[in-house]
T-cell receptor, first 116, second 115 residues
Framework: ETGVTQSPTHLIKTRGQQVTLRCSSQSGHNTVSWYQQALGQGPQFIFQ???????GRGNFPPRFSGLQFPNYSSELNVNALELDDSALYLC???????????????FGPGTRLTVL | AQKITQTQPGMFVQEKEAVTLDCTYDTSDPSYGLFWYKQPSSGEMIFLIYQGSYDQQNATEGRYSLNFQKARKSANLVISASQLGDSAMYFC????????????FGKGTTLSVSS
């Protein structure tokens, strides 16, 4: 196990609703990344938080937002849910060092979101 | 153009055999890192091995080795002595220095190991 936890494990929402997913980083890690993994696809980068500030964002609309707290845990919020938001949402924590190229990311088990 | 290409949707191998999972990548950044992850049916991504673009030697981690051919832009994962527990999805991923911290993943290869 990586020490990264996510909650809830599964979630069912209806179109138009809002959802909050949570992630607790591995102890000592200062960076959290969020990924969306649609069925049968590789994960897609949503955004990353470093020391409570957004530090990079993928090609996702503004209705995907996040927070990182002083204890380095994190939330992913999605507003106005769409059917295509149904996916596995993965959180990954890492300890940022130097340029960050070799910073290994430790993934949590994911939250499976279903939008009806 | 796709940044990471994994052309094998599925691979089948018998226990104790070696298997190679293919990965090609596309980048103009001279500084980048290549990663392989394993994803069992439980969903958690498990880090396997890392290769930096400036590393002179191919990376190895236990039964995993990375066949890095920089000129061909390929980073194939070799698993020696396959075990039943190796059955999972395998993802190749890249991080470019100029692009920041995001990992770019391929579509994955499903590996099935039989006894």
């Amino acid at each position: 196990e990586t020490g990264v936890t996510q909650s809830p494990t599964h979630l069912i929402k209806t179109r138009g609703q809002q959802v909050t997913l949570r992630c607790s980083s591995q102890s000592g890690h200062n960076t959290v990344s969020w990924y969306q993994q649609a069925l049968g696809q590789g994960p897609q980068f949503i955004f990353q938080y470093y020391r409570e500030e957004e530090n990079g964002r993928g090609n996702f609309p503004p209705r995907f937002s996040g927070l990182q707290f002083p204890n380095y845990s994190s939330e992913l919020n999605v507003n106005a849910l769409e059917l295509d938001d149904s996916a596995l949402y993965l959180c990954a924590s890492s300890l940022r060092r130097g340029t960050g190229i070799h910073n290994e990311q430790f993934f949590g088990p994911g939250t499976r979101l279903t939008v009806l | 153009a796709q940044k990471i290409t994994q052309t094998q949707p599925g691979m089948f191998v018998q226990e104790k055999e070696a298997v190679t999972l293919d990965c090609t990548y596309d980048t103009s950044d001279p500084s980048y890192g290549l990663f392989w992850y394993k994803q069992p049916s439980s969903g958690e991504m498990i880090f396997l091995i890392y290769q930096g673009s400036y590393d002179q030697q191919n990376a190895t981690e236990g039964r995993y080795s990375l066949n890095f051919q920089k000129a061909r832009k390929s980073a194939n994962l070799v698993i020696s002595a396959s075990q039943l527990g190796d059955s999972a999805m395998y993802f190749c991923a890249m991080r470019e220095n100029q692009a920041g911290t995001a990992l770019i993943f391929g579509k994955g290869t499903t590996l099935s190991v039989s006894s």
